[in-house]
């Protein structure tokens, strides 16, 4: 199986900062690597696929890089509606696997 | 609008089986994969099981082989878990969610989710 590994777990940020998260992967995915954003009793949310591919209606200070093994998703200017918690996860072969989740935390 | 709306959660005893259902409406149901996700209280979201789009071929995450069935209604736009043999750590909330299979796989569609509770 393919481990997801998100780091920090969490971070407390201001409005306004710039925010980059990790991901990495423990065998090669190469893009096959999606990210989400997940608020408290709502829908998980795509943001990125394709490691860096952004979704339709995301705004445009999400931004993603990397393949293979590291990857990561920036958030270029934090909005108030970005406090939630982001996860990565795999697509590249069964079991389907997500990161522990990443925790953006006002500060 | 594409929308997944998952029921059939509940409370339910250690051993117990419970069926939850994801009706599905704004796109064309049958064209796609389906998956269960769910995510346990204070933790992260996990992977349970995929079904392809015409329900004969299914993936499991290890922690439910055995246990749990999924299965599609394509007729009726229709999800469905069965979970038999629960145990206190299927506890979550449990998401449906559409991948896309195409060249960049994702989940691109998903259910609020339904609770379950396996608890005495």
């Known amino acids: 199986d393919i481990q997801m590994t998100q780091s920090p777990s969490s971070v407390s940020a201001s409005v306004g900062d710039r925010v980059t998260l990790t991901c990495r992967a423990s065998?090669?995915?190469?893009?096959?690597l999606a990210w989400y954003q997940h608020k408290p009793g709502k829908a998980p949310k795509l943001l990125i696929y394709?490691?860096?591919r952004l979704q339709s209606g995301v705004p445009s200070r999400f931004s993603a890089s990397g393949s293979g093994t590291d990857f990561t998703l920036t958030i270029s200017s934090l909005q108030p509606e970005d406090f939630a918690t982001y996860y990565c996860q795999q697509a590249s072969s069964f079991p389907l696997t997500f990161g522990g989740g990443t925790k953006v935390e006002i500060k | 609008e594409v929308l997944l709306v998952e029921s059939g959660g509940g409370l339910v005893q250690p051993g117990g089986s419970l069926r939850l259902s994801c009706a599905a409406s704004?796109?064309?149901?049958?064209?796609?994969?389906m998956n269960w996700v769910r995510q346990a209280p204070g933790k992260g979201l996990e992977w349970v099981s995929w079904?392809?789009?015409?329900?004969?071929?299914?993936f499991y995450a290890d922690s439910v082989k055995g246990r749990f069935t999924i299965s599609r209604d394509n007729a009726k736009n229709s999800l469905f878990l069965q979970m038999n043999s629960l145990r206190a750590e299927d506890t979550a909330v449990y998401f449906c969610a559409g991948l896309y299979s195409g060249n960049y796989p994702r989940f691109d569609s998903w259910g609020r989710g339904t609770l379950v509770t396996v608890s005495s």
């Open positions: 394709g490691a860096f």
């Open positions: 065998q090669d995915v190469t893009t096959s």
């Open positions: 079904i392809s789009n015409s329900g004969y071929s299914k």
């Open positions: 704004g796109f064309t149901f049958k064209s796609f994969e």
